[in-house]
């Protein structure tokens, strides 16, 4: 009996470490990528999300490119810890795993990530950046100032209540306080997401808000709602293009535009991590992501892919760092 | 062109064959998974949401309305059948459902349910129709101030749930605020998550529900599970479902009454169908001539539940569509939903998306109509679930509260919550702890602390806003004399006694 | 458990045990956030206020329970379908969530139950298949499959 349990263990031992090393070996083996399972692509945001439909609308245009080859892509909406178990569950995945596993991560994410966690944009391994929902402040009718100016000036001896949404709002609120608060007379209503500074505006509750482009730009078109100034240093287009930018008005530094991006585990092998970053390149590029998402969210395209992409997400984040501006409130 | 022009035109799209079709999957789909235990609105349109992204935009959108719909028709089912409520909106219905369930009276539970949601619905729906716009407009009135005195209003109606210790009751309730801190706090750092990372999004409710009714109501029936009564030996039919002209008479009053509540609370800002569905039933509690018997088992106690959380949609669609602001959890993955499909919610939507609103509007009232027609004929068939051995029941009902408490999160965090809900509703039945303050205080809580700060941060740090906004000193009297005068009549009582 | 006339004097346990987490919620939050800043309150404001309010009303009714027993009596089996979902949750890391299910539903009819073995087939595996079909192949829920399942290439 003892024979046959220790012979059956030797048996089990060979058969694991045999299918471990085929893996490793055909990892290693330098071999051109092709997905061999289903790719499971987490977000951090419930479904219907501004994240989650970035990233359907990715898995969207990928099917209909077959950019990744057909691969079946399974979008899970997993919201544990606004993110944190995403982010942890990413660091511990076997290669065959990491090599299938997918992340949005979205700049607002990355500023939580700085709050509230160990991890870093290092952490991980940038896939693509591929578009900027920029924000902009925008002021009701009633509001005793029309444009950015006026605001300044009013600001000086008047309080005002600037109404905002999650994390990455917070930011532009902190540089508003550093920058152009300089009597303390701007504090801040924290509504959770751009709906609810809406209707904090909308219900005359404030007067100025911080939104984004694709919720609000019925309201800008109608004139209920008028935009003053707008982050980043390029104006935007279309409804926005009068609208200047803090860079425009001296305020240099308000740079921390949601940027979406994809990311994959830090142990993802180098020729899936070619693969995946040559296939996100072509679908960033391509006209069927700017029909189904850049054009209707009014978003910017950016099609940043591999080293570059992973820069310029730890530039945005060592930014957010030294400019001491963080989500937190 | 008016209204109803405009609802007519949405019918010739919605009673299409494609439209009927999409219309009644996204029904039955939804009365489905709304009657999962734990799977409500929210998780069902979560869950179900990717599903319609592969159809064409014009069903997909009356498959996404219909779902929603019906998800809150299906919530009942359960919470009368297992007294697990298929979603926090169904909370109430356990109360007066599942002991007629128990009473072998399960089918007539189930019509008064279906009755009630009907009416509810198709009085929101009728308001949504002719004032959605001006109804979303009326709603921006209710800023922070005003939310807060009306939650902390509603707070003081959980006195008639605190059982016979009242300092039991009020020590369930707060915990129950008091573990809503848990997560992120207010300027979006961690807070008491205790180096957690999944305590940063708080303890989720889902779970937690599934856990303390759920499955702790398995745990409580394993001694019990042997005994079986009268009542679940005897074969229910169609007919014994009917309800006789009394009580008729008793759910049409108190739906309508209940479902201008659910419209009403729907249009404000962050209710939704849980606290549509307790206001309902705490008002009408209070003006029913049966009042008094609210929670032993009667079909007006179903019907003041089930009507206020259908008519809640009505009223939570109106500031969504209107306005792109959503008067609920569930309307905010709705809304997204929508804008996936290229609807975009606000000012302009009624001008640039005219007939696709419209047939929205249109399909709700098929869906109606389809949910109570379903619902009806499932009758027989959920009775006899109600009737299957607890010996047979309670393993099936824990993998389903397992599979339940996984799905709502995606992940063994759910079923973790679970058990722990599991546990708590355990130890506060064995300490006679009242459960129903404590889940609706939590329900409330993050809303509470939210709207107070909100409302502190309007009034520059000064509380005089809750008396200087009118609505919300309203609310406030309301609440002294709701504390007062209970206090002054038993004082009066004790004299004369 | 079950105690007959013998009831455990326990009902004060309740009462101490939520008393001591609103505490423990008191302290870590006056030490970690802010109470109050600018007249706004903080992070800590909320539990502080919700902690002094439990410990209030839960110290009344730790004083009022002190000696007396628990009104409701204990039962071992009650702890039977935590025990299944904590077996359940054991054995899916080894055989993934649906066998792991059905192993657990066959071993509670079969050893709980005591139900013939074709009963407890006929209940079980119809039964997991169908939420099977529910959850996995309809709603899409992604459930990860066990070491042996990773083995064999699933």
């Keep these: 009996m003892k024979k046959v349990f220790a012979l059956v263990l030797v048996a089990a031992i060979i058969i694991a470490s045999v299918m471990a090393n085929g893996a490793q070996e055909a990892a290693s083996s330098g071999a051109e990528f092709k997905p061999s399972k289903s790719i499971s692509w987490y977000c951090s945001s419930k479904p219907g999300s501004a994240a989650d439909r970035f990233t359907r609308k990715v898995q969207g245009v990928i099917d209909e490119t077959g950019a990744l080859d057909k691969a079946t892509i399974v979008v899970e909406n997993v919201t544990d810890g606004s993110g944190a178990v995403n982010w942890k569950r990413m660091q511990s995945l076997s290669q065959s795993d990491a090599d299938h596993t997918l992340l949005t991560l979205n700049l607002g994410d990355v500023t939580t990530m700085l709050d509230n966690t160990q991890f870093r944009v290092k952490d991980f391994k940038v896939v693509a950046t591929m578009a900027q929902d920029k924000k902009f402040l925008y002021v009701s009718k009633s509001a005793p100032f029309n444009d950015f100016d006026g605001f300044v000036e009013y600001l000086k001896n008047n309080d005002v209540i600037l109404g905002g949404g999650k994390a990455d709002d917070n930011v532009m609120f902190n540089f508003l306080k550093q920058k152009v608060d300089k009597n303390d007379h701007l504090s801040y209503l924290q509504t959770g997401d751009t709906a609810g500074t809406l209707q904090a505006v909308l219900g005359n509750q404030v007067y100025l808000g911080i939104g984004k482009l694709g919720t609000l730009k019925d309201y800008l078109a109608s004139g209920e709602l008028k935009a003053i100034v707008t982050e980043g240093t390029s104006r935007m287009s279309g409804v926005l293009s009068e609208v200047p930018t803090f860079a425009e008005k001296g305020y240099e530094g308000m740079d921390f535009i949601q940027t979406r991006c994809v990311v994959a585990a830090k142990n993802i092998s180098d020729s899936a991590y070619k693969y995946y970053c040559d296939a996100f390149k072509k679908v960033a590029t391509s006209q069927e992501f700017l029909d189904a998402y850049v054009n209707v969210y009014q978003a910017s395209a950016l099609d940043l892919v591999g080293a570059d992409a992973q820069a310029y997400l730890e530039a945005a984040e060592k930014n957010v760092i030294d400019a001491g501006i963080s989500g937190k409130q | 062109m008016s209204a109803l022009q405009s609802l007519l035109t949405g019918f010739s799209i919605a009673l299409s064959f494609k439209g009927i079709l999409y219309c009644a999957i996204g029904a039955m789909m939804g009365l489905f998974i709304g009657s999962l235990p734990g799977m409500g609105a929210v998780t069902g349109i979560a869950l179900l949401l990717p599903l319609t992204f592969k159809f064409e935009p014009a069903v997909g959108i009356i498959m996404l309305c219909s779902l929603y719909y019906a998800n809150m028709y299906g919530g009942a089912y359960s919470a009368i059948i297992l007294n697990i409520p298929g979603d926090s909106s169904a909370i109430m219905t356990t109360l007066d459902g599942y002991p007629m369930a128990c009473r072998g009276q399960a089918g007539k539970a189930i019509m008064s349910a279906n009755l009630a949601s009907f009416i509810g619905g198709t009085i929101g729906m009728v308001i949504l129709t002719f004032t959605g716009t001006w109804l979303a407009r009326i709603g921006l009135k209710f800023g922070p101030a005003e939310m807060t005195s009306l939650l902390l209003l509603a707070m003081t109606s959980l006195g008639w749930a605190m059982g016979q210790d009242p300092y039991k009751g009020i020590a369930a309730a707060m915990f129950g605020l008091l573990l809503t801190a848990v997560g992120v706090g207010m300027g979006g750092s961690a807070r008491l998550n205790f180096g957690s990372y999944s305590l940063l999004s708080g303890i989720p409710f889902v779970p937690l529900v599934i856990g303390m009714f759920g499955l702790s109501q398995v745990i409580l029936m394993m001694p019990k599970r042997h005994e079986r009564s009268k009542a679940a030996t005897e074969v229910i039919h169609l007919r014994d479902s009917r309800l006789s002209k009394e009580e008729i008479k008793g759910i049409v009053p108190t739906s309508v009454r209940c479902g201008l509540i659910g419209t009403i609370t729907g249009v404000l800002p962050g209710a939704g169908g849980t606290i549509a569905n307790f206001f309902g039933y705490m008002l009408e509690k209070r003006v029913n001539r049966k009042g008094d018997r609210f929670g032993t088992g009667i079909v007006e106690g179903i019907a003041a539940s089930e009507s206020a959380n259908n008519g809640c949609v009505g009223g939570a669609l109106a500031p969504t569509l209107a306005l792109g602001i959503p008067g609920s959890g569930a309307t905010a993955l709705l809304l997204g939903g929508l804008t996936m499909w290229g609807l975009t919610p606000g000012p302009m939507l009624y001008v640039k998306q005219h007939d696709l609103v419209w047939s929205v509007i249109a399909s709700l009232y098929v869906a109606n109509i389809i949910c109570i027609c379903v619902g009806t004929l499932l009758i027989p068939i959920m009775a006899k679930v109600s009737r299957v051995r607890s010996t047979i029941l309670i393993p099936l009902i824990t993998v389903i509260c397992f599979l339940g408490a996984y799905s709502s999160e995606r992940s063994m965090y759910g079923v973790v919550i679970m058990l722990a809900g599991a546990c708590l509703g355990y130890i506060f039945n064995k300490f006679d702890w009242p459960s129903a303050p404590f889940l609706l205080a939590f329900v409330l809580g993050s809303t509470l602390e939210d709207k107070f700060r909100q409302a502190i941060v309007l009034g520059h740090g000064s509380p005089m806003i809750f008396i200087q906004k009118p609505i919300s000193l309203l609310f406030i009297i309301l609440l002294l004399i709701c504390l007062i005068v209970p206090a002054v009549m038993g004082r009066r009582k004790k004299k004369v006694s | ?154």
């Design chain 3, 1 to 154: 458990m079950q105690r007959n006339g013998d009831r455990l004097k326990l009902e004060f346990l309740l009462p101490l045990c939520v008393f001591a987490i609103a505490l423990l919620f008191m302290v870590v939050s006056l030490k970690n956030y802010v109470f109050i800043k600018k007249s706004i309150p903080g992070d800590a404001f909320f539990p502080v206020v919700m902690s002094v309010f439990v410990m209030i009303f839960s110290g009344i009714s730790f004083v009022k329970a002190l000696g007396k027993p628990i009104k409701k009596d204990i039962h071992l089996e009650e702890f039977y379908p935590l025990l299944a979902v904590v077996a359940i949750c054991a054995a899916r890391l080894v055989i993934g969530f649906f066998p792991a299910i059905l192993v657990v539903l066959i071993l509670w009819f079969k050893l709980i139950e005591r139900f013939s073995w074709k009963r407890t087939l006929a209940i079980s595996v119809p039964f997991t298949a169908v939420m099977y079909l529910i959850f996995v192949v309809w709603i899409d829920i992604q459930f990860r499959s066990g070491l042996l399942g990773r083995l064999l290439g699933f």
